[in-house]
């Protein structure tokens, strides 16, 4: 019996150990910002970049009520997001284009408000394009391939220099590109309603309103391996890594 008591105790023992030791999920710790623009504009990541609209929350691809972001004539902006801009990271989001606009931006990742200056996703000549600075050498061409409803998913992975882009999950450039030496960062969508300094201790705010809805934007401190990138690219619901509130 005595025998039996301990063997028990033992395997007890054994299982509050395992719970302990469990692992933590690296998606979850290494997502720094997640704006999933569900009717609101909170930044759902431990960073809590939570972010500003004057623009209205619509429909998203698989049809849910006010959960994605339709931009027409303004901005939203997050919080300050801690990325390294040199370092290795993800960003992924959702994206419908309505109009074309020559010029203007979808997504700005900026140090301070800079003006254009800053790596952004915009539009030119009816063509999109990731790039990190006002270099037109140092940019790669977004392809326009819808495969839910409209939307197209976009993702990019950085290693220092080396930039992946993924289309609907599918790999579709890599190129050598010089980031910024930028540890932090806002992010801004829209028009990113930066402002520009034309004269010392004037400000005029910088227009550049693309007419895009964008939903699910996602920056995680690593690069995710090809598995999680087809899972977060799908047209349906998306398992996140982060429990829904």
Known sequence: MKQIFVVVIALISFSSCSKEKKPENPKES??????KLD???FDHSKTKAHGVTDQQFVSDRIGNLNSSL??????FRSGI????????????MWMKINAWDDGNALMELTENKQCNLNPQIWQNGGVMYLTTSSNSNNRIRIPQISNCNGWTHVLYTVNETITNLYINGVLTETKSMEWPNTQNVDLTLGNAGNQCFVSPGVQNPYKQPSRV????????NIILPNSEILKISGCGNQISPIKKI
């Open 30 to 35: 290494n997502l720094i910002a997640y704006f």
């Open 213 to 220: 809805t964008i939903d699910e934007v996602k920056i995680y």
């Open 70 to 75: 339709k931009f027409s004539n303004g901005y």
């Open 39 to 41: 009717g609101n504009t």
């Open 81 to 92: 997001i801690p990325l390294n801009l040199r370092g290795q990271y993800t960003f992924s």
